[in-house]
């Protein structure tokens, strides 16, 4: 009812004033009230304001007592006119309510030029068609020049409607100059446009007497001001010019109305478009400064120490927690890194002064990132406080902007480096306890492959008493003697030297090892077990095979617990099937050694899991060897994995380890 009755007043008012000698209204505003009403509503509605527009526009236009023929070719003009703007406004514009250049421009041309323009046309050649029309160029030339000025002056501000209502508050100043503005037009108009002096004789420089208005206008108020500013002019000057008044009255009637409209529409089209840009610049400037509050906040918040470079390497931003970690760092080149200083002169000038060794990882490092030769750098480094010693990470993004420069972050990691020592130390203590355990396992083997040479060792001394005891004493039988307790006695040395190793607890020592050789040695630890388990040891160790670098003992404790685990597996075979394969081989990325088993095998289930902590199929295991073995393996870079035989059954653990720096 609204969308009527706007309509209607709107049709009242362009049909009673028409341009002189002519049947073209010098306003006609409906088609811009419904353009702008379909603009701000959904497509599935139009169709409702359509049909409350038709009899109100029928009841405008019978009063006037136009024919019937004309009413309904102005209908379709009007709403195809205001149908073809909408449509191809929404289709460039997402969010017409939203006033920028680009918005504004998808108006001027759809709304104001390219919609009026058909639409005109085809009004114009119906009436040609019934024979109604005597000058159908004209008239489609006045109809799309006011149908423009209508759409171009009525259509921003009924847009901008809303936002204007919603300022709650306005100050007295702002109020008083919402009210000196249109006065101020109300009396430059009158002189110029209708005013007692005006006459033919104006010259046209005092038509740019409201230019300081409009333009005070359009900075001040935006696009509703410029547009009512226009259009409040458009009245007085289609007033003038109806009453033979103002500067547009010189020429014939239809030429006078072409000047007026022209002038009008020159005097709008740019006065909009600078504030639709300085709406926009508005708009950027508000989301500049909200992502700049953002940006900050979010800095502030941020324990890690950020700083941003730009190209040259001069911190342009910071965060306190850089600041503050730039005050307190112990770092040499680090005390000196503030905002508005050069970072990477920083780091040469540490780098040339010898004091501090990370000060040349960080410069190579940012000069990759800032010459686009990487896309991300990162390093660990330490450094000595009074509360002791802090582990930091650095780590340096670039920024993805075209005038380059970095992100860099220091991260206090010491937390995370103790939990990590912390860590490793209790696997440690908890392979040490395996080991134990494990030698538990084989202590009876072990003191049956000690009593040996000590046997052998005192059955030895004591027949030597026996030949010293004799006269002659035969020398070269108490060297015989003697040779055989020296012999015994490195036996058992041996012995009891493995079981030293295995029973320490010390740091991991990286060595280079011949796997064969660290094989051999665990078959001749557990050589009394298996004889004792009936248990035959195939070995098939590859010659030539390089280096791996790797802990001894350690490894010595993963092919021991896997040389354990077979012989368990095969326990319930006869004893001729009671067969392990221990094998070495290259591989791509390392030396691989193989223990294989002639057992039950893996079950499905429990393939995906064997490696858990406290996961086993052993009676009475507590699900920790293997779980040990591969976090050993781990840390020396390598793979421990499982595989069930398909020929002959059992099972194969698989241990591949990179082979040693250097070595071919």
């Not at 001069?314 to 005390?335: C, H, K, P, T, Y």
């Not at 209790?426 to 030698?439: C, D, E, F, G, K």
Request: hydrophobic share 50%.
């Amino acid at each position: 009812m609204a969308v009527a009755l706007c309509y209607f007043l709107g049709s009242l008012l362009g049909l009673s004033l028409p341009f002189p000698s002519t049947q073209i209204s010098a306003i006609w505003l409906p088609n811009a009230i419904l353009l702008a009403v379909l603009l701000l509503t959904p497509r599935r509605r139009w169709w409702i304001y359509l049909l409350a527009v038709f009899p109100v526009h029928l009841l405008a236009q019978m009063l006037k007592e136009i024919p019937l023929q004309i009413v309904l070719i102005n209908f379709a003009g009007n709403t195809g006119e205001a149908l073809l703007g909408a449509v191809a406004i929404l289709h460039f514009t997402a969010e017409p309510r939203r006033f920028d250049r680009k918005t504004m421009l998808a108006v001027m041309v759809f709304g104001g030029l390219v919609a009026p323009a058909l639409s005109s046309l085809g009004v114009a050649a119906l009436f040609a068609w019934i024979g109604l029309g005597t000058a159908p160029f004209l008239t489609w030339l006045l109809r799309l020049l006011t149908d423009a000025l209508a759409v171009l002056t009525l259509v921003p501000s009924i847009l901008l409607a809303r936002q204007v209502f919603r300022r709650r508050t306005l100050s007295p100043w702002r109020m008083a100059e919402a009210a000196a503005l249109p006065v101020g037009l109300l009396v430059v108009g009158m002189l110029i446009f209708v005013g007692p002096e005006a006459g033919p004789g104006r010259t046209s420089i005092q038509l740019y007497a409201p230019f300081p208005l409009l333009l005070w206008a359009a900075v001040r108020f935006g696009l509703p001001g410029i547009s009512l500013s226009v259009l409040l002019l458009d009245a007085l000057a289609v007033y003038g010019a109806i009453h033979g008044r103002g500067p547009f009255t010189a020429q014939l009637p239809i030429e006078n109305a072409t000047s007026l409209v022209l002038f009008l529409l020159a005097v709008c089209v740019p006065l909009q478009l600078l504030a639709a840009l300085l709406a926009e610049y508005a708009i950027a400037q508000k989301e500049h400064r909200r992502a700049e509050t953002l940006h900050g906040a979010v800095l502030t918040s941020l324990h890690d120490h950020i700083g941003v470079i730009d190209r040259a390497g001069v911190i342009i931003e910071a965060n306190e927690s850089w600041q503050g970690f730039v005050r307190d760092s112990g770092l040499f080149w680090m005390n000196r890194a503030s905002v508005g200083v050069n970072y990477l002169e920083v780091c040469r000038s540490a780098v040339r002064d010898n004091r501090d060794a990370s000060s040349e990882q960080a410069l190579a490092g940012l000069e990759a990132i800032l010459g686009g030769d990487r896309n991300r750098f990162q390093m660990e480094y330490t450094f000595l406080t009074s509360s002791g010693e802090l582990w930091f990470e650095m780590s340096a993004e670039p920024l993805q902007r075209p005038e380059g420069g970095a992100v860099i972050r220091h991260t206090d990691v010491t937390g995370r480096k103790q939990a990590e020592l912390e860590s490793r130390e209790q696997r440690m203590a908890l392979a040490h306890l395996t080991r134990v355990a494990m030698l538990g396992e084989l202590s009876g083997a072990m003191a049956h492959e000690l009593n040996q040479p000590l046997t052998a060792i005192l059955s030895n001394a004591q027949a030597g008493q026996r030949l010293l005891a004799r006269e002659p004493v035969d020398l070269a039988e108490i060297r015989e003697v003697l040779k055989d307790i020296a012999d015994d006695d490195r036996r058992a040395g041996a012995v009891i030297h493995r079981l030293r190793a295995m029973l320490k607890k010390e740091e991991l020592a990286l060595q280079p090892l011949d796997l064969g050789e660290v094989a051999r040695e665990v078959l001749d630890l557990a050589r009394s077990d298996l004889i004792t388990r009936n248990v035959l040891v195939t070995t098939r160790l590859s010659p030539g095979l390089p280096p791996v670098r790797g802990d001894r003992v350690q490894l010595q404790q993963v092919l021991l617990n896997l040389m354990l685990n077979a012989c368990e597996s095969i326990a319930i075979s006869e004893p001729p099937e009671r067969r392990v394969t221990v094998t070495t081989t290259r591989v791509a990325d390392g030396v691989q050694i193989s223990v294989g088993d002639r057992g039950t095998g893996i079950a499905a289930d429990a393939m995906n899991r064997l490696f858990e902590p406290f996961f086993t199929t052993k009676p009475h295991g507590l699900g920790l060897g293997l779980s040990i073995c591969r976090s050993i393996v781990t840390d020396h870079g390598g793979r421990l994995w499982a595989t069930n035989n398909e020929e002959k059954g059992g099972a194969t653990f698989h241990l591949v380890l990179p082979a040693a720096e250097g070595a071919r």
